[in-house]
C-alpha cells in the first residue's frame, strides 16, 4: 500500500511563500509521475503541477512563474515551492502520485491559506 504524506501547509500573507512536502512510502510500481492538485471551498479539484519520471514538468497557467515543482527520485519525494503567493491559492493541497497503470494515490491533504 501506498502512502502519500504532505507537510509544509500554513498561513502566509500575500507576497510571501511557502515550501510543500510530499513524501511517498510503500511499494511503488511503475510511477510514472508526481504532482499537486488543490481544492479550494464551493470548487473542484484542480490541477497545480506534475512533474514526470523524466523530469517533464507541467504547471496551471495560474501558477505558472510564481511556483516550481521538483521532486527526489531516489527518496520518491515530490516539492512544491510557491513565491508570489496570493489570497486565490487557498485552498488545501494535494499530493498525487501516478502510475503507468492508471492508479492514483492521494495524501491527506495540507491547508495553505494566504491573507490579503
Known amino acids: 500500500q501506498v502512502q502519500l504524506v504532505e507537510s509544509g501547509g500554513g498561513l502566509v500573507q500575500a507576497g510571501g511563500s511557502l515550501r510543500l512536502s510530499c513524501a511517498a512510502s510503500?511499494?511503488?510500481?511503475?510511477?510514472?509521475?508526481m504532482g499537486w492538485y488543490r481544492q479550494a471551498p464551493g470548487k473542484q479539484r484542480e490541477l497545480v503541477a506534475t512533474?514526470?519520471?523524466?523530469?517533464?514538468?507541467n504547471y496551471a497557467d495560474s501558477v505558472k512563474g510564481r511556483f516550481t515543482i521538483s521532486r527526489d527520485n531516489a527518496k520518491d519525494a515530490v516539492y512544491l515551492q510557491m513565491n508570489s503567493l496570493k489570497p486565490e491559492d487557498t485552498a488545501v493541497y494535494y499530493c498525487?502520485?501516478?502510475?503507468?497503470?492508471?492508479?492514483?494515490?492521494w495524501g491527506q491533504g495540507t491547508q495553505v491559506t494566504v491573507s490579503s
Open positions: 498525487n502520485l501516478e502510475t503507468y497503470g492508471g492508479i492514483n494515490y
Open positions: 510503500g511499494t511503488i510500481f511503475s510511477l510514472a509521475a
Open positions: 512533474i514526470s519520471r523524466f523530469d517533464r514538468k
